[in-house]
């Protein structure tokens, strides 16, 4: 595999990788909304059940209704709290941002890596992989659901034999070598 095609299949990948963190801090979200609202709405019912209740007329029944939605809420409230969706939002968001300069990086090689020496080419290459280590070293994993409902299964990197990633790191290739190549 020469430097272009790597910087190529590096691009893309970076590309996916900062599709894959915006998209699943759209979900964590939309799901922190959800919960969140669902809290506001059922705090806002018991508030209003209460006085209710604390007439003398309401039933036995009411009050149990508004006992019951006051666990719900109680669960909801820790639920929204313990699965930190607007936390793990921001960190996928920030993740994707992360990899954005990535793929900037990799088009902007692209485009003067052959009018760089082998060993230039070899020295930017490896930056760009540092780049791209870092990045993946910082951002969160991927969830296993939101790979198979996605169908990344058959993308970029969990299935590298597609690619080749895994016959040129067999080969004992290094960025170097494929610079000069």
């Known amino acids: 595999m020469n430097a272009k095609d790597l910087v190529n299949l590096w691009g893309k990948r970076a590309r996916s990788s900062e599709a894959v963190h915006y998209q699943i801090a759209a979900s964590y979200l939309r799901r922190n909304q959800l919960l969140s609202f669902a809290v506001i709405v059922l705090t806002a019912t ?10 003398t007329t309401a039933s036995k029944q009411l009050r149990l209704v508004f006992g019951v939605i006051s666990v719900l809420t109680a669960i909801l409230a820790g639920l929204n709290r313990s699965l930190r969706y607007g936390e793990r939002a921001e960190e996928n968001r920030q993740a994707g941002a992360r990899w954005a300069p990535i793929v900037n990086s990799a088009e902007q090689l692209l485009l003067g890596l052959e009018s760089f020496s082998p060993d230039e080419a070899a020295k930017h290459v490896n930056e760009l992989k540092k780049q791209i280590d870092d990045a993946a070293q910082r951002s969160p994993s991927i969830p296993q659901a939101f790979i198979r409902r996605n169908g990344i299964m058959d993308g970029y990197l969990w299935k590298p034999e597609r690619t080749g990633w895994r016959l040129w790191r067999r080969s004992g290739a290094t960025p170097e070598a494929a610079a000069r190549s």
């Open 46 to 55: 018991i508030g209003s059940g209460i006085f209710a209740s604390l007439s």
